[in-house]
């Protein structure tokens, strides 16, 4: 890996740290290995892409609807999904300093042969390597006052069971024909064997998941039209540039045990390339899995039948992380965020030029507080002005408005782009609408 890669990844994570973005977990406690909380600005960031997201797939598309299901759920949902048996890692445990490796990550020939080449040693300390054992990832907790195994449940591993036990629930209440779509936002857990890369790879995440339900004979069809939608998305709302993604197709001993075909899109993130939402066609695997009987009947041909499923995939957290490592940017001394103004946790900041003049606080804070009804506003009488704007930068605020003398006298401000860094004066009755332009 190159050495300004990581350089980058640490400053990324220095910044998020610094301004509130994303935080390690249970800090104060000596933190929890792997887990991180988002601060004020990371779950405005957060919040804005999830948002987007169900705009664009859930409110402005006709064949979509959202549920919101329980993080737990019966645990022969697992049973028959195939989680509790097929839902595991290869693990392996170094003789010497016991540290756990994943064994697919490090014998490159290990999901063909499904053997471990055992002159393969510790990449840490080149220590004996045990033999790989399955290692289910599921996260297990106790339901009820005893712990004994009648109450033992899971929490999900992914969102997307749910859209299938819910399938009926849902078709009788909405009367959808397919195709059409059932979306969820939410949490989902994993015990993994190797989690790292900040927020990359965690034990509690969150994903946004689709399972579009279709006719077997078009799947092929929905399926590209989806890794075009997963492309428009990711390039067009998150502003991520088209040269750092790639679509990866899996080979058929790397895909899910639901999976016909499966097409990852990665991104190049600085610690190497690797996955950043996953498209797979599920056939009728999970809904023949849930529903004894077929649960569709065709509106016109009376047919009993089991749709197939097409399922796009999005990890919100690792959206997060493209959108960081994409938008990070240095101009000289200058640290800039160029996030989408959709995605900046703060759209505007308002400052007025000199703390110690009641004057310019009052009109500044009348017109901070006359934005606040329609954006999300930062207010910021810290320091001078190069400073205040040098610390707006770094959070990715597009625009910064200055109440100066002339303010007072002409109801007019200086606003200052991010990217440009040009400045122009506004009258403050148009501002709304200025901004409204510049961020929609
Ligand atoms: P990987 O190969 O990286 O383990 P996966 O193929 O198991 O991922 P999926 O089961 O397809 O992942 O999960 C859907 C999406 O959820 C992924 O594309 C990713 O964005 C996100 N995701 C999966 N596991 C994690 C995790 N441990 N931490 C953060 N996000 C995750």
């Known amino acids: 890996m190159k050495e300004n890669s990581l350089e980058k ?63 737990i759920m019966n645990p022969k949902v697992w049973e028959a999904s195939g989680h509790l048996k097929e839902f595991s890692d290869p ?50 907790t106790f339901l009820g006052v005893t712990e004994d195994s009648a109450s033992t449940v899971y929490f999900r591993p992914e969102t997307a069971q749910a859209m299938f036990v819910d399938f009926k629930n849902v078709l009788d209440t909405t009367r959808r024909k397919i195709p059409f779509g059932i979306a969820q936002i939410g949490k989902a857990f994993r015990n993994e064997v190797t989690p790292g890369n900040f927020i ?32 428009a998305w990711t390039t067009d709302e998150l502003g991520i540039e088209k040269k750092n993604l790639h679509d990866c197709e899996c080979l058929p001993e790397n895909r899910a045990h639901y999976s016909k075909r499966t097409i990852d899109i990665e991104y190049d993130y600085p610690f190497g390339r690797s996955e950043l939402y996953g498209l797979a066609y599920r056939t009728d695997f999970d809904l023949k899995n849930h529903f004894k009987e077929p649960p569709y009947e065709d ?30 940017a240095e101009d000289g001394e200058r640290v800039v965020l160029k996030l989408k103004p959709k995605l900046a946790p703060y759209k505007v900041a308002v400052f007025p030029l000199l703390k110690n003049k009641p004057e310019l606080v009052e009109k500044a ?35 910064c408005i200055t109440i100066d003398f002339d303010t007072l006298k002409n109801d007019d401000v200086t606003v200052r782009d991010r ?18 332009g510049k961020i929609k």
């Open 200 to 231: 990359f790879r965690t034990r509690e995440f969150e994903q946004m998941e689709i399972e579009y339900f279709i006719k077997a004979e078009d799947w092929e069809k929905v399926f590209e039209t989806w890794q075009k939608e997963m492309w």
């Open 9 to 71: 990844i640490e400053k990324i994570v220095s910044l998020c740290k610094r301004r509130g973005f994303i935080f390690p977990g249970s800090e104060i406690y000596g933190g929890l290995a792997n887990s991180f909380d988002y601060g004020p600005l990371g779950v405005e960031l957060k919040n804005n892409i999830k948002n987007l997201w169900w705009e664009r797939f859930v409110h402005q598309r006709d064949d979509m609807v959202g549920i919101d299901a329980a993080l």
């Open 419 to 436: 990217d440009t860094m040009k400045q122009e004066r506004i009258k403050i009755k148009d501002l709304p609408a200025f901004l409204d």
């Open 365 to 399: 804070k009348e017109v901070f507080h006359d934005l606040k009804k329609n954006f999300v506003v930062a207010f910021d009488d810290r320091g001078n002005i190069g400073k205040r704007y040098y610390s707006q930068d770094e959070i990715g605020t597009p625009f």
């Open 299 to 328: 509106v016109e041909s009376g047919e009993k039948m089991y749709p197939h499923v097409v399922e796009p995939t999005f990890g919100v957290d690792r959206s997060v992380l493209a959108v960081l490592c994409d938008a990070y």
């Open 91 to 140: 693990l392996v445990e170094c003789e010497k300093c016991k540290r756990r490796f994943r064994a697919d990550h490090i014998d490159p020939d290990y999901e063909k042969t499904k053997k471990f080449n055992k002159s393969i040693k510790c990449p840490d300390c080149q220590g004996k390597l045990s033999e790989p054992r399955q290692f289910n990832l599921m996260l297990k």
